[in-house]
Nanobody
Framework: VQLVESGGGLVQAGGSLRLSCAAS????????MSWYRQGAGKERQFVAH????????EYLPSVKGRFTISRDNAKNTVYLQMNSLKPEDTDAYYC???????????WGQGTQVTVSS
């Protein structure tokens, strides 16, 4: 099982980034996917969630309207489009795959997002 995030980097406040998480080794279309973020010395925080079919999404209130989660089950990839970035969005971003029926949860290694003021 692998989840590989990419797309992080350094961006000025107000800018945009698109994160990708490429999955392999499991039935991607059967898994709900989420993005979390974590800063040094802080707890991991939920950012966004999308159901296995892509029919429903949820967001952390502070990113709603700025971030959009989406998935392409044909490419086994989930995305996080981040617009109007703020310095407080600076964190390492992780993708998570979860399947309640199989009691399975997988994490990627993370990608760093740094927003300068």
């Amino acid at each position: 099982v692998q989840l590989v995030e990419s797309g992080g980097g350094l961006v000025q406040a107000g800018g945009s980034l698109r994160l990708s998480c490429a999955a392999s080794g499991f039935s991607f279309s059967a898994y709900h996917m989420s993005w979390y973020r974590q800063g040094a010395g802080k707890e991991r925080q939920f950012v966004a969630h999308i159901t296995s079919t892509g029919s429903s999404t949820e967001y952390l209130p502070s990113v709603k309207g700025r971030f959009t989660i989406s998935r392409d089950n044909a490419k086994n990839t989930v995305y996080l489009q981040m617009n109007s970035l703020k310095p407080e969005d600076t964190d390492a971003y992780y993708c998570n795959a979860a399947n309640i029926r199989d009691d399975a949860s997988y994490w990627g290694q993370g990608t760093q997002v740094t927003v300068s003021s």
